[in-house]
């Protein structure tokens, strides 16, 4: 079971309006934040998604450089997301992948993000200006290079 995968889009009688980024639904809440909507997505992939897409390789990146999702249902839910959009739908959702990392990001202390990037500092790809957004490429960028 995956979850929709909610933006806030505006107001709506008195009501935050939400909309999945996924199956489109739309959804009236009195949250203003996305993450306390729970609603199974009509569109998500099975679990049976392949392994191997670039959902597998962010995950597998981030671990080498220290960090872990500590069995966080949402980063497992973004994994499956991401290897069923496959390369070129993760390239359309890059700015939706990015903002749903920084959410959880925004949690983790400033001495691990620190050993973190002081990991990653000697790699051509990854950029300062842009740590997620390099993560995200370079995982694009390794599945397509996969043979």
């Keep these: ?15 935050h309006l939400h909309r999945c980024m996924v199956c489109g639904r739309e959804f009236p809440s009195k949250y203003a934040d996305p993450q306390m909507l729970k609603a199974v997505c009509r569109k998500a992939p099975a679990a049976s998604v392949d392994e191997r897409g670039p959902g597998k390789e962010l995950e597998k990146l981030i671990s080498e450089c220290g960090l872990s999702s500590f069995g966080c249902s949402s ?13 070129d739908g993760c390239r359309e959702r890059r700015a939706f992948i990015i903002a749903d990392i920084e959410k959880r990001a925004a949690k983790v202390n400033w001495w691990t993000k620190s050993k973190a990037a002081l990991s990653l500092i000697q790699e051509p790809w990854w950029s300062v200006a842009d740590p997620i957004g390099s993560l995200v490429d370079e995982a694009i960028r390794r599945t397509t290079d996969r043979p």
């Design 1 to 15: 079971m995956t979850l929709c995968q909610t933006e806030l889009i505006g107001e709506r009688n008195g009501k």
């Design 75 to 87: 980063c497992k839910e973004l994994t499956t997301l991401m290897n069923a959009w496959g390369v």
